[in-house]
């Protein structure tokens, strides 16, 4: 047999730079490992034939029996007839009970129809054909075993030739892994980016993806705003009621916050009982109005905690996007610098960066007030 190239495909379509370390390392090396035992015998083949032409028993066919059967993924090959004319260890092991057992055609490893409605055989035939004219092909299936089990899988298939005729060399990937792996890693990236008491997104996540969005608007002339805000006299909350009952605190703001804002609206805990809100495509004035309708959410009506009724304000400042102030540190340090002059002239109110870019009014001592 002279084998068609290496049949070797790793899918991580919707896995992002963040999280392509939590993919366990073993499975890689097992896909890896067997993307390089095919190479290595396409390359070796030659040298092979010419040592012995490949009779029965000959060193080509045992060299490929023995790759065969160390691949870590089941392999089998067909005719063009698609009779399975061998089907390696771990082949045998899936789907006819072990080394002794035999795969009787297509129906021995696959339902009679693939989940699209398509009979299994025509199906594959179809996928030889493709393979036979460009040399290989690759295509979803779905195998099952004798006891029921559906193995979600996408099949290589490679044309070889051996004793005078073309032959499909056909590898399989079991997808069940590769889709919990997947799903492991946006779990991962889920928590990782998100806030673990509150729900709502966290610091990190918040300076990645504003970032990404103000240089979007910078780009294409749009408005950008921040909202920065904390709850009024919240370590009284915790030193009188206790942190249990501010944590309940911190969830039910974020709650109240996320309630009738535009989904393009990002909103995270920056830090303690500190909040940021982004606000893309806004205009500096409804920013604002944005802001006291967080204020009137959240102080509008107590919260109800247990059997405690407590009322709770928040201070908001508003900054956004100016020729002078086009950078997300210029813009959050604005929002923070009038959220610490809403502190300082009362609380509960929303104040703008044009307050604070003025000269600040006269006022007790005190930066930020807790």
């Not at 290496?6 to 890896?32: C, K, M, N, Q």
């Not at 559906?150 to 051996?162: D, L």
Request: proline share 5%; aromatic share 8%.
């Amino acid at each position: 047999m002279e084998a068609a190239g290496p049949a070797f495909r790793l899918y991580f379509s919707d896995v992002s730079p963040e999280t392509v370390g939590a993919v366990p390392a073993a499975f890689i090396l097992i896909v890896l490992l067997s993307a390089a035992v095919v190479l290595l015998f396409t390359l070796l083949a030659p040298v092979l034939r010419a040592a012995d032409p490949g009779g029965p028993g000959g060193v080509l066919e045992g060299a490929f029996r023995q790759a065969f059967d160390g691949m870590p993924m089941p392999c089998f090959i067909l005719d063009g007839s698609l009779n399975v004319l061998y089907a390696d260890a771990e082949m045998l092991r899936l789907f006819a009970g072990g080394p002794g057992g035999r795969i009787e055609g297509i129906g021995g490893f696959s339902p009679e129809r693939q989940p699209d409605g398509h009979d299994s055989r025509d199906r594959l035939a179809h996928e030889a054909r493709r393979a036979m004219k460009a040399g290989r092909s690759a295509f979803e299936w779905t195998c099952r075993t004798p006891d029921g089990t559906v193995i979600p899988s996408e099949v290589i298939a490679v044309r070889v030739s051996g004793g005078g005729r073309s032959l499909l060399a056909c590898y399989v990937y079991d997808l069940r892994e590769i889709n919990e792996t997947t799903s492991m890693m946006r779990q991962l990236e889920e928590q990782a980016f998100t806030d673990e008491l509150t729900g709502a997104r966290n610091r990190r996540y918040f300076m990645e993806n504003a970032e990404k969005e103000l240089a979007a608007c910078v780009e294409a002339g749009r408005d950008f705003a921040v909202i920065m805000f904390d709850i009024d006299r919240f370590k009284t909350v915790n030193d009188t009621h206790g942190h249990d009952i501010g944590d309940e605190v911190l969830k039910l703001t974020v709650a109240r916050t996320f309630h009738g804002l535009r989904r393009q609206t990002l909103v995270a805990r920056y830090g303690g009982e500190e909040f940021a809100v982004m606000l893309p495509d806004i205009k500096a004035a409804n920013a604002e109005k944005v802001a006291w309708q967080i204020n009137r959410r959240i102080c509008g009506s107590p919260f109800m905690v247990g059997n405690l009724k407590l009322a709770v304000s928040v201070s908001l400042g508003v900054a956004w996007k100016t020729p002078e102030f086009a950078t997300l540190q210029a813009i959050i340090k604005n929002a923070d610098l009038a959220l610490y002059r809403a502190k300082d002239t009362g609380r509960n109110r929303v104040v703008s960066q044009d307050a604070v870019l003025q000269p600040a009014p006269a006022a007790p001592a005190a930066s930020k007030i807790a």
